[in-house]
């Protein structure tokens, strides 16, 4: 079994930063392979951030850390925009099963 805690989300200005945090627990998961996933009001769940890199539209913006000493993943999110108001989620495959946290809110908003 994974569990995935996040936290972190709130409201933010436009131009403005947060960072995200993925407390992970359990056990046989590697904390490399933990990314960060999206989903927007009426829109698919996107992946954001992984260990291979960044999605194209948070590219410059959103960094992807590690902490393996507290199991914790983070998401730097810097020059928000309003289209990057979603619900963000960590998620992590193990055992051929993937898992996901129960996600945190980011609202982009003047």
């Known amino acids: 079994q994974v569990q995935l805690v996040e936290s972190g989300g709130g409201l933010v200005q436009p131009g403005g930063s947060l960072r995200l945090s993925c407390a992970a627990s359990?056990?046989?998961?590697?904390?490399?392979?933990i990314g960060w996933y999206r989903q927007a009001p009426g829109k698919e769940r996107e992946v954001v951030a992984t260990l291979t890199g960044v999605a194209t539209s948070v590219r410059g913006r959103f960094t992807i850390s590690r902490d393996n000493a507290k199991n914790t993943v983070y998401l730097q999110m810097n020059s928000l925009k309003p289209e990057d108001t979603a619900v963000y989620y960590c998620?992590?495959?193990?055992?051929?099963?993937?898992?996901w946290g129960q996600g945190t809110q980011v609202t982009v908003s003047s």
């Open positions: 998620s992590v495959v193990r055992m051929a099963r993937r898992y």
């Open positions: 359990g056990s046989n998961f590697d904390i490399n392979n």
